[in-house]
């Protein structure tokens, strides 16, 4: 074969058939990113029928995935940092791995409660909205196994007539009323004069509950103010921590915490129109986000447990400002880390018990 000749197909198929060969009888000496590039390459012009099988199993993802007994999913970078500090990281500190650009970092977590130790996944999509938290889920379940728990933790809106600046709220329920139809409605002169056009909104309401024991949290868990305000202290005491931004001086406000329904929208709340929504629930709404419900739909399809913990930084109208979310942030980061230390115990089996 002369050097630098183009090749025919088969003899194209033929050696790529002899890679592929050499690269399963090599494969336990290269490690994982190493080993998938090469394997991409090698079948890019294959058949599918041509290396099904061929892969090893000890190389074909599933003993890669890895072992999480709870997950902590943030959106944005002051999240995911608040996260962090209340678990005792540095929130500077090199991730675990990546994966598709998304970082995880591990913490082992003892039990006060339980004589067992349980492993913490912190992550962040950086991408808000219910779609992006959905395909994120799908994903998250290709890399880890026999998680028990996934805790969505962040910042919210409030219901003013419900929740102060700092509070923080667990969901009972996730409320979707984004689907539905914009309609028009018409008021009219008697004499057939038009009077006004208008767009009237009618939604098609979802609301998405908590399986299995989850349910229990909200009944049994027992905050202990005290310990969670001083940790609170600590962190701003500690002042600015990455993305964690706090005044000079600033004191923890006395936050509390209150199991509610939580609403997931599409867009940012600035129209203070969260108490007005409320009426239509029972007056049972308590704060306005935009992840909860494709976090919840991901959780449910992917038989996952799941929770969303979020601290009230505004109350969604035309005051809302960035100024409280460093601090909200760190009242649900801390309280969740509250829960798994001193009530969650991670167990076999479809059920969580709390």
């Not at 944005?76 to 990546?98: I, M, T, Y």
């Not at 992006?132 to 028990?148: G, N, R, S, W």
């Not at 996934?150 to 809106?157: K, Q, S």
């Not at 076999?348 to 709390?354: A, K, L, M």
């Amino acid at each position: 074969m002369r050097s630098g000749a183009p090749l025919w197909p088969q003899q194209q198929k033929y050696l790529r058939q002899l890679l592929i060969d050499d690269l399963v009888g090599q494969s336990e000496e290269l490690d994982e990113g190493a080993f998938r590039e090469v394997w991409r390459r090698a079948i890019v012009l294959l058949p599918p029928e041509a290396v099904r099988g061929r892969i090893p199993p000890e190389m074909s993802g599933q003993s890669k995935r890895r072992a999480a007994d709870v997950v902590v999913v943030t959106v944005l970078p002051v999240e995911r940092d608040a996260v962090l500090v209340a678990l005792g990281e540095d929130p500077n500190r090199r991730e675990d791995f990546e994966h598709q650009g998304i970082r995880y970092y591990c913490t082992e977590v003892k039990s006060e409660r339980y004589d067992l130790r349980f492993k913490i996944w912190t992550t962040m999509i950086g991408e808000p909205r219910n779609t992006p938290m959905a395909l994120f889920i799908k994903q998250y379940v290709e890399q880890f196994l026999d998680t028990k728990v996934v805790i969505l933790v962040g910042i919210a809106g409030g219901n003013r007539n419900k929740v102060e600046l700092g509070d923080v709220v667990a969901s009972c329920e996730i409320l979707d009323d984004e689907g539905g139809a914009d309609e028009r409605s018409w008021t009219v002169f008697s004499w057939g004069k038009l009077l006004v056009q208008a767009r009237v909104r009618q939604p098609r309401v979802k609301f998405f509950e908590h399986r299995g024991s989850l349910k229990n949290l909200l009944n049994g868990f027992v905050v202990n103010v005290e310990e969670w305000h001083a940790q609170l202290e600590q962190i701003i005491a500690r002042g600015n921590q990455s993305a964690l931004k706090f005044k000079s001086g600033e004191a923890a406000v006395r936050s509390e915490y209150k199991p509610g329904l939580i609403q997931a929208g599409e867009r940012v709340k600035k129209d203070g129109s969260l108490p007005r929504t409320a009426e239509h629930y029972h007056d049972k709404l308590y704060a306005v986000e935009m992840e909860g419900s494709g976090f919840a739909q991901g959780c449910l399809a992917c038989k996952l447990d799941w929770l969303v913990v979020r601290g009230v930084s505004d109350h969604g109208d035309w005051r809302k400002r960035d100024k409280m979310q460093s601090y909200a942030a760190c009242a649900a980061a801390t309280l969740t880390v509250q829960f798994l230390r001193k009530w969650y115990r991670p167990q076999s089996g479809d059920e969580v018990e709390f």
